[in-house]
């Protein structure tokens, strides 16, 4: 009775803490939430805009457009936090917002994040979700979580693999029987794939550019596998010689061309977790193949340059952007079925009211 009291004045949290994005999902609920991990401040006093609410979609939009005095910065970099004291205070924004009838409680939390994460990492993501307002913290792979959240078969005693794709890493895992067979991650994501398009703007056509604008050209005409009807998109920036402001017309193939690097990173990391995998299981993905999930999923035609390169069949999940958190949300919701493969916090002020 006790537990279901605490539940219903204090649900509890799935986050999908991505170095692009946060989603929260609130048990029973959903996703409720899905802002950009980012955080405006006053430069100098570090003190965030907006009486603190300059974070998320209203921070985001300030990137490369602020004054002098005003800088937008990520608190997230390759997938873990790079400044704890802004991580908190945006992690505390976006708790009050999903779970706003709190009244005080601390809600239980789970976490995903990168499967490479070193225990000091991890002790920083505790530190910052605990002053943040969670109550009893659980980290899960975001691998899994992806596996979880894309309905792979996990607990069956056959191999299922993953490839998540997020904005700082990329995570590949085979899985079977609940367990991580074999994994690889590694700190290439849509965040890398827009710093190349900015180097090569730079160096094929003298042409500076900021990362949204790198972003948006992805998004417009990226792919990864030639497609039927080649496209071009006009980009604005400034002369690098000159300083002054021009714009330059970019192919499709070109950007492809850019995003090379990084898709044979992901491809690499794809072969290398398939290497360290067992005959059986490797047969298994012959039939059940490889599941993309993530922003960087939606890339066009990865799906079948993956397939290409490693002769799996490749599919996407149902919901890329959400897979993560939708697995987080299930590990809650099913949570004495889960717990075993989730990492607690040491300190447990909240223990008292666990089922």
């Not at 307002?133 to 691998?143: C, K, N, P, Q, S």
């Not at 006009?234 to 499709?252: F, H, N, Q, W, Y």
């Not at 149902?318 to 993560?324: C, F, K, N, R, W």
Request: hydrophobic share 40%.
């Amino acid at each position: 009775m006790l537990n279901r009291l605490r539940q219903w004045m204090c649900p509890d949290l799935a986050i999908d803490l991505g170095t692009a994005n946060t989603l929260i999902a609130v048990q029973g609920s959903g996703i409720v939430l899905d802002e950009p991990s980012v955080v405006a401040l006053e430069k100098g006093s570090r003190r965030i805009l907006g009486r603190g609410t300059a974070v998320g979609k209203l921070a985001r939009q300030m990137m490369g457009r602020t004054p002098d005095s005003i800088t937008a910065v990520r608190p997230l970099k390759d997938g873990v936090i790079q400044d704890f004291e802004l991580c908190e205070a945006m992690l505390h924004y976006f708790i009050r917002k999903a779970s706003p009838q709190r009244r005080g409680l601390r809600p239980r939390i789970v976490i995903a994040v990168p499967g490479g994460i070193t225990p000091v990492e991890k002790r920083a993501v505790f530190n910052s979700a605990e002053r943040a307002g969670a109550g009893r913290i659980y980290l899960v792979d975001e691998a899994r979580a992806a596996s979880i959240g894309a309905g792979l078969p996990i607990s069956e005693p056959m191999a299922s693999m993953v490839c998540d794709i997020g904005g700082g890493t990329t995570e590949v895992a085979i899985l079977s029987l609940g367990e991580i067979i074999s994994s690889q991650s590694i700190r290439v994501g849509g965040d890398a794939m827009d710093q190349a398009i900015v180097g090569y703007l730079r160096r094929h056509y003298s042409l500076r550019v900021g990362l949204a604008t790198a972003e948006n050209l992805r998004l417009e005409i990226g792919s990864a596998h030639p497609i039927e009807s080649e496209t071009t998109a006009e980009v604005s920036g400034a002369d690098v010689v000159s300083g002054l402001p021009r714009k330059a017309t970019i192919t499709s193939e070109e950007v492809r061309e850019a995003l090379a690097e990084s898709l044979e990173a992901i491809v690499d990391a794809v072969r290398g977790t398939l290497d360290t995998t067992g005959p059986d299981l490797a047969a298994d993905l012959v039939q059940q193949g490889l599941v993309l999930a993530g922003g960087g999923a939606l890339l066009p035609g990865l799906d079948r340059f993956l397939a290409e390169h490693t002769g799996l069949p490749v599919r996407l999940a149902g919901d890329p952007l959400t897979a993560v958190a939708t697995g987080a949300q299930i590990c809650l919701e099913h949570f004495n079925n889960w717990r075993s493969s989730l990492h607690s916090s040491d300190d447990d002020p909240w223990n008292r009211f666990d089922a």
